[in-house]
Nanobody, 117 residues
């Protein structure tokens, strides 16, 4: 079955950096779009960034210029480099896989990111 395992979350002070990883198994990684979402307490889950199978990227306005999404197809892994972190970035970050035009999507279990001021 499809599994997405996130890692790299933790606690950091404002201005710091973290790098999240999401390792996928059970899918043909290279043909799928990968995304990072986040959900803060009391808020809806929101898209942070996604990267297509061809490497095109898209970011939420709130993270542009600070976060970078990348993928390593040979390792079946997608990354989220987060720099200049702010307290408002505090959330559970989730990895998601889907394929445009196909009716499936899978989610990871989430990893907590806490940014203190």
């Amino acid at each position: 079955q499809v599994q997405l395992v996130e890692s790299g979350g933790g606690s950091v002070q404002a201005g710091g950096s973290l790098r999240l990883s999401c390792a996928a198994s059970g899918i043909i990684f290279s043909i799928n779009t990968m995304g990072w979402y986040r959900q803060a307490p009391g808020k809806q889950r929101e898209l942070v960034a996604h990267i297509s199978s061809g490497g095109s990227t898209n970011y939420a306005d709130s993270v542009k210029g600070r976060f970078t999404i990348s993928r390593h197809n040979a390792k079946n892994t997608v990354y989220l480099q987060m720099n200049s972190l702010k307290p408002e970035d505090t959330a559970v970050y989730y990895c998601k896989v889907w394929r445009v035009g196909y009716k499936y999507e899978y989610w990871g279990q989430g990893t907590q990111v806490t940014v203190s001021s």
